[in-house]
Each structure stands twice: as structure tokens, then as C-alpha cells.
């Protein structure tokens, strides 16, 4: 369904990406990781058209993505950021149906019901503006207004990082869940192994702008393809025995 073909992008001198091919399973849940600048946020923009191409292409269903084709493509697109990224002067439910009422004309009332169900969100938060929810309750909104349309791939761009450590290991295993539930096809940005480790079926490994290595996590660990996965999985390791013992 969605799949980069020698994906290139430059910024000037810099090579954000360097000729990226990855296609993620449908219906799996594909993690991109890998250093500040490696490439994964840039890729993840552009498989939903808001970053152009220099060279290469996405392709949705086998076509294209160009500006033409982009909105349309969006409709079947959710995409998450960090902290939620909801418009602070609308309430959380307006954030919600804004995709709704834009692409649609349904009333979106028993989808925002059912959301609220899936994402484990008191319905009474909805009439609260963003600033007077928590970091995990912006965040559950966030993912409620990606799923609002019922995509069928779910872009989350580091979803978890801005909460403190208590909300992101809940969320966590609440999203993870939610993926298993809706089997959608998922790709997901995280500098995080360990947090890669918990939600994917394939880990794709960036450094660069190129994938240096992508498989299961124990191929990372015990069959690196290069230094730089080996030492990028040991400082990991090392970091969260840090984090651990502290």
C-alpha cells in the first residue's frame, strides 16, 4: 500500500534522505529509529505529502504521491505528532471532528464515542480546550482525531516523547493495544530502542538518510550490519541500565 522508491531530499549541502526504499507490511506496525537528523521524521513526512522529493517517490496503491494527489491520499492518512499538535483555541472535541467536517459531511458523534472508547478518554475531557488537558490526554486526543476517518495508515512522528515516564509507559501498552485492535498499517517514529522494541513488527534502523539496517530486534542485536548498529544498540542498552538503576 505505502512504499518509498529511492526516496531523496536535500536541504542545501545537507542530505536529509539518500535514496530510501522501504515499503512497511500492511496491517503491521513498522518503527523508524536511529540519531537526531538521521532522516526517520523527514521520511515519515513524506510518506504523507508534506515534504516533496528531490528524486524518488512515494506510492500509495501504486500511484504516485504528487501536490494532486496529496489531499485525497490525506483522507486515508492519520498522522500523530508530539504533544498531540491540537489547535489550542478549539476544544478537544472540535480538534477531533475537524478532519470530519472538513472531508466529510457525516455526523461524527458515534465515531467520537466510539473513539473515546478505544482510546480510554473520559467523553467529558472533549469540551476542554488543550492547555487544560495532561500531556497524555492531549496525546489520546491527538490519536482520536488521526483515527476519526478510519485511515487505513496511521503515521505517529515520536507520539510519546514529551510525556514523563509514568504517562509514556501507560500510553505505551495502550498503544500498543489500540494497533493490535484496529490493524491498521503503522509507522512510527522513536529515538527510543526500547520503545521501538515494544510496538514493532519491523525496526528500521536510519543513519544519515539511508537505512543502515532493518529487521526483528534480534537481528540488530545479534547480527549488527555495521558498527554503527552495534554501538547504537549498546549505547541503548547502557542507557536505559542507567535510567534503571537511578
Known amino acids: 500500500m505505502l512504499e518509498a522508491r529511492g526516496a531523496t531530499k536535500r536541504y542545501g549541502d545537507v542530505v536529509a534522505l539518500d535514496g530510501v ?3 512497511p507490511a500492511p496491517g503491521r506496525t513498522t518503527v523508524l529509529i536511529g ?20 528524486d524518488g517517490g512515494i506510492h500509495f496503491d501504486g500511484e504516485v504521491l504528487t501536490p494532486e494527489t496529496a489531499r485525497p491520499v490525506r483522507r486515508r492518512v492519520g498522522y500523530v505528532i508530539q504533544s498531540g ?13 475537524l478532519a470530519a467536517d472538513y472531508f466529510h ?16 478518554l473520559d467523553a467529558s475531557m472533549l469540551d476542554r480546550y488543550p492547555a487544560e488537558l495532561s500531556g497524555g490526554q492531549r496525546q489520546r486526543v491527538g490519536l482520536m482525531r488521526a483515527l476519526m476517518l478510519d485511515p487505513e495508515v496511521l503515521l505517529l512522528d515520536e507520539p510519546l516523547g ?6 509514556r509507559s501507560e500510553l505505551q501498552t495502550d498503544l500498543r493495544d489500540i494497533f493490535r485492535q484496529v490493524g491498521k498499517t ?8 526500547a520503545e521501538a522494541a515494544h510496538f514493532a513488527d519491523h525496526l528500521v ?42
Open 21 to 23: 526504499n522501504l515499503k
Open 35 to 54: 540519531p537526531s537528523g538521521c532522516g526517520k521524521s523527514t521520511l515519515l513526512r513524506a510518506f504523507i505529502g508534506l515534504v516533496r522529493l528531490d
Open 85 to 97: 499538535g491540537l489547535f489550542p483555541h478549539l476544544t478537544a472535541r472540535r480538534n477531533v471532528t
Open 105 to 120: 459531511s457525516f455526523s461524527p458523534g458515534p465515531r467520537v464515542d466510539e473513539l473515546c472508547a478505544l482510546v480510554r
Open 162 to 167: 514529551a510525556l514523563d515516564p509514568l504517562v
Open 186 to 193: 503503522v509507522v512510527m517514529v522513536t529515538h527510543d530502542l
Open 205 to 246: 534502523l536510519m543513519r544519515d538518510g539511508k537505512i543502515e539496517q532493518q529487521g526483528r530486534l534480534k537481528e540488530l542485536t545479534d547480527q549488527p550490519a555495521s558498527d554503527f548498529v552495534r554501538e547504537f544498540v549498546t549505547a541503548q542498552r547502557k542507557l536505559h541500565s542507567t535510567e534503571a538503576a537511578g
